[in-house]
């Protein structure tokens, strides 16, 4: 609360102070303090598991394309050469996963969903979005989430190209929520007007997954 003696802070100043705290998500560092970084229930690990249904599919270069579609105003359908040529970001985050491991300081590079956004327009009515992967897979985010500073589409981690098994050639990652939400082999984007629980969502996980809040299963706050 603001005392009644403080100069009333202007509107200007608050947006100044939200930007403030954005660009430290784009510098990499997070604007957690470092005793919340690890969430409740985690623990850390240096090696990066594997996690997935059915295996890597088989994805031919040539063939690979990203459909961004739905509620948007402008839809767009890119090879592997169209979606290189869209403004590309390097940004450092934490990997989260539901089964309690935690990865600190990953540095991907790719699409920012935030100049994702900028490109397709999505239109008033799109609050959700539905991410799917060349194995059928599927996850569901509010329009919220997806659009965070830190969230991008990428194609590489650790100044290489990511890895088959970890999602490449083009992966999501949405550093503050459960990695069940972080789409591999991406394929196509579809925002809706309405939410649409995806595969693991549809079997007793939560719908939106903070890890801060522990939200792993459906029955969690
Ligand atoms: N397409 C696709 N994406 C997926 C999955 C999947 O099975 N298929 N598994 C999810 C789960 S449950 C986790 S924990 C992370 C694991 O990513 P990693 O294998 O790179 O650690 O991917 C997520 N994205
Ligand atoms: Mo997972």
Known sequence: MTDDHDPPESKLTRSKQKWAEEGRFLTGRTARPEEERLPPGQHLTRDWPVLDLTGTPDIAPERWRLVVDGAVEN???????????????RIV??????????RYDNLWEGLATRDLLAIVRPKDEAGFVVLYGHDNYTTNLALADFAAPDALLAHRWSDKP???????????VVPHLYFWKS???????????????????????????????????????
């Open 75 to 89: 839809p767009v359908t890119w090879d592997w050469t169209a979606f290189l040529a869209q403004p590309q970001q």
């Open 183 to 221: 789409a591999k082999w991406l394929r196509r984007i579809e925002f809706r007007p309405a939410d649409a629980p995806g595969y693991w969502e549809v079997r007793g996980y939560h719908n939106r997954g903070d890890p801060w809040r522990e939200q792993r299963y459906s029955d969690d706050p």
């Open 93 to 102: 985050s934490d990997i989260h996963c539901v089964t309690t491991w935690s």
């Open 162 to 172: 990511l890895t088959a098994e970890h999602g490449g050639p083009l992966r999501l």
